[in-house]
């Protein structure tokens, strides 16, 4: 820093301010992506942006978009210092592998003691993955930093991992957790994995920079235990934690080939093949998940797009890429069937996934088999050669619950066409039957709009339509999952023709959905529940418009207020104190708990029930013993297990509305949020209050007709968006940031 440099901050630090640069220590400059411009964001009088030398060229202002209540929300909801904050939680407990990689598994059972932590991962059926890496890659192309890097890379090679544990190239998997303990000490900045209580080495390794990186950046000062191998959790944590569940599934699992997870949907098939041999992945490769997955393989090549990233974090998103494709070019050669492996069969021979239950009962219908246009196309979209207009002819077989939603549709009204087993898609609106959802939205009855006809049945018959419309529209969200996946991935290759087939389709099914929530509205009599829900779909219709720049009916957006009730809800962890022992539970009190989950399962599975019944008839398989209880292990023998004392944490998504600040900035805008709390911390004290506004009043006086650089602090930090001037935007800035903290 030059002399003149000094001596302003010097007078500025004498004549306007308190200066106390010790009160808060000062941030790193921020790196916006794809920009090697560095962003000032510090509020302190050292400068942000560099030794700037007199006749310096000034640096490139941020870019400020949307409206002053668009960036006034951004920044209550995401600025940045609060999702950082966000990031460590979601790193500690909403994903989980090791320390180079993770997946996000939505159920961890979680006990705290001090800076002592234990998290036993899963099981869990369906996990938000794809979503997940999808909207922490679209927070890093709003806020960027390195804390953002840091989770992409452990989420990207997440996805490798995914695609790799199984040993077959290409194939997918709800869940995957590589069998053996991960401890993480933060204190000393040590790792060590074990695996029957014996050291073992991963076959994932990384540089122990990026490990010791990750273990300051989100692990300081704590330790953490990851119980990561089923074969151990399962007796130990779940017979207590779980209770019900172990003593009707997870007992009568069949090691070493198979652990059970659930009996409806999927089992843990031990590896054996490839690297991960000895890891566990989830079997039911059901299309549920699929779209999910290919948009976090998406959001790899998406990153892959920006000129200025991160070494680590390119290979990162390299490696999570060719596994999206691995997975695509699987799919496509297999007919748009998701294969995987039988619970019985040789572990080299391959089926559909979902055609079997765990148990060998068939199931009504092949839920590895792609059903819908959106999914079909976002396969060939993922597969090597890629996709692009005119989009070619597929034929996929019909479902359930395409057959489902057509009759539920053609009860409304509608003319969906007919089933002759398959539908043939040839665009990306094809519905099912072979219509277009356009066709479907023009429908009418009588000369009267299907939507008006369907509202008036609603209110008509109401027990009627309730229950299929509110299943529906569970199904609309995973094609329209597909279809933002479909957008995204003609955005990034620049194929604007594709973009906009892509969006059409995407707003019609939008539009349904929305018609859909109005009928279960009208058929809610009143009830505050359904109208509850029925709104909440509206909001996520909303949402997903404004993700991909669509127009928005801002009414149903309900001022984000969705949007900051999760964001509190994560925050509640940031406070958690030391978990209590569970209540002890008596022999009784055991027996009543199994009793009512066999009840549940009796109608629709009763051979849950007898086999039980045929196994347990002298007693549960769990009893009490002194201070804890006596289990039966997966080998059949009694042993002894300690109380539990863990709270349940799921993790769903991160910032679900994040993308619309990078596609629809007058609805929601992060220019402020990047900027982040620090930016409007005027007199550095940590938080933004009404001592901020009162000294940002003062310099805003001292530097009229002054412009606002590097070697003035930035007209003393009241240039808070550092565009040279200090105006009414400032004032802005200052309100929204009220409340914030550093």
Known sequence: MNLRAHLTIVLICMGLTNCQ????????????????????????????????????????????????????????????????????????????????????????????????????????????????????????????????????????????????????????????????????????????????????????????????????????????????????????????????????????????????????????????????????????????????????????????????????????????????????????????????????????????????????????????????????????????????????????????????????????????????????????????????????????VNDRSWSEVALTLAAAYPETIAGPVSGAMDDFQNMELGAIALVYYAEMSGKAALRQEALTALDHILTFHRVLSDILIASAQGDAGTIASAQMHRYKAAVIAANVGLPVPVADLANLAYAENEMARREGWQQLGDTAPLPLLTSADIAAAIQAELTNEAGDAPWIVERYNNRFASGPPIRPAGDGYEVVNLAGQWQSVPNGRHVHYGESRFAFEIPACNHSPDQLSCSWARLGCVAADVDNSGTVDAADTTLFELRRTSYTNTQCTPENHWCGGADLDRNFTVNNDDAAFLRAAQGCRR
């Not at 904050?85 to 320390?99: F, K, S, T, Y």
């Not at 540089?207 to 990750?214: A, G, N, R, V």
């Not at 093949?273 to 997955?293: K, P, T």
């Open 21 to 444: 640069s010790s009160r808060h220590p000062q941030n790193p400059p921020i790196l916006i992506p794809g920009d090697a411009t560095l962003r000032p964001g510090d509020a302190d009088v050292t400068d942000a942006a560099g030794d700037a030398e007199q006749g310096d060229p000034l640096p490139t202002p941020p870019v400020i978009d949307g409206t002053e209540s668009s960036r006034t929300q951004g920044f209550q909801f995401f600025y940045r210092e609060r999702v950082l904050r966000q990031l460590e939680i979601v790193n500690r407990l909403g994903m989980a592998g090791d320390v180079g990689f993770a997946v996000a598994i939505a159920h961890m059972e979680v006990a705290k003691s001090g800076n002592a932590w234990e998290v036993v991962v899963g099981p869990k059926d369906n996990n938000p993955m794809g979503r997940m890496t999808y909207e922490i890659a679209q927070t890093y192309r709003a806020l960027g930093g390195r804390e953002l890097e840091l989770t992409l890379i452990r989420m990207f090679e997440g996805l490798v991992f995914l695609e790799q544990v199984s040993g077959h190239w290409g194939l997918t998997s709800r869940m995957a957790v590589p069998g053996y303990d991960v401890h993480i000490d933060g204190t000393t900045q040590s790792i060590s994995r074990t695996r029957d209580g014996a050291p073992i080495a991963s076959p994932a390794q990384f540089s122990s920079t990026l490990e010791q990186e990750i273990l300051r950046t989100f692990f300081a000062n704590t330790t953490f235990d990851y119980w990561l191998d089923p074969a151990r959790m399962y007796p130990n944590r779940h017979a207590v934690n779980r209770m019900s569940d172990y003593a009707i599934t997870y007992v009568f699992s069949e090691p070493p080939k198979f652990l059970r997870v659930s009996n409806c949907c999927a089992s843990y098939i031990v590896s054996q093949a490839g690297a991960w041999r000895g890891a566990y992945w989830s079997n039911h490769n059901s299309r549920d998940n699929f779209s999910d997955l290919m948009i976090g393989y998406m959001a790899a090549k998406d990153l892959l797009t920006l000129p200025n990233l991160p070494l680590d974090l390119r290979t990162a998103a390299t490696h999570a890429a060719a596994a999206g494709t691995s997975v695509g070019n699987r799919v496509v050669s297999d007919g748009f069937r998701l294969m995987t492996v039988s619970e019985y069969k040789d572990y080299n021979e391959l089926i559909p996934g979902g055609s079997t239950r765990p148990d060998l009962r068939e199931v009504t219908q092949d839920l590895g088999t792609l059903n819908d246009c959106f999914m079909g196309y976002l396969a060939v979209a993922m597969s090597a050669p890629g996709l692009d207009t005119p989009v070619p002819e597929l034929t996929l077989n019909d479902s359930a619950n395409g057959l489902a939603i057509r009759a539920l549709l053609q009860s409304l009204g509608v003319n969906a066409g007919s089933s002759g087993g398959s539908t043939t898609c040839k665009s990306l609106d094809t519905a099912f039957g072979g219509g277009t959802w356009e066709e479907f939205l023009a429908s009418e």
